[in-house]
């Protein structure tokens, strides 16, 4: 795992008040992807990145770069 996907995954466990089957509906990505991603189960696909980061950005969500 990247730095920006453990970055992405901080963000959304910070943030329990969001929906994530309301984010994956709204990003187009797979039910239970995140929920996946969350518990560690599976990393997050390269092709549902900017879709995700999209939507979460009307959140707060900001993007940090590669280290």
């Known amino acids: 795992m ?3 996907q453990f970055y ?3 963000w959304l ?3 329990p008040l969001l929906s994530l089957s309301g ?3 709204q990003a187009s ?3 239970g992807t995140l929920r996946h991603f969350i518990k560690h ?3 997050l696909p390269a092709k549902h990145l ?3 980061i999209a939507v979460i950005s009307d959140y707060g969500y900001t993007q940090v770069n590669d280290e």
Do not use: T, V
Request: proline share 5%; aromatic share 4%; net charge positive.
């Open 2 to 4: 990247n730095y920006q």
């Open 8 to 10: 992405l995954r901080e």
């Open 13 to 15: 466990i910070s943030h």
């Open 23 to 25: 984010i994956e509906k």
């Open 29 to 31: 990505i797979p039910k």
């Open 41 to 43: 189960r599976m990393g």
């Open 50 to 52: 900017e879709n995700l």
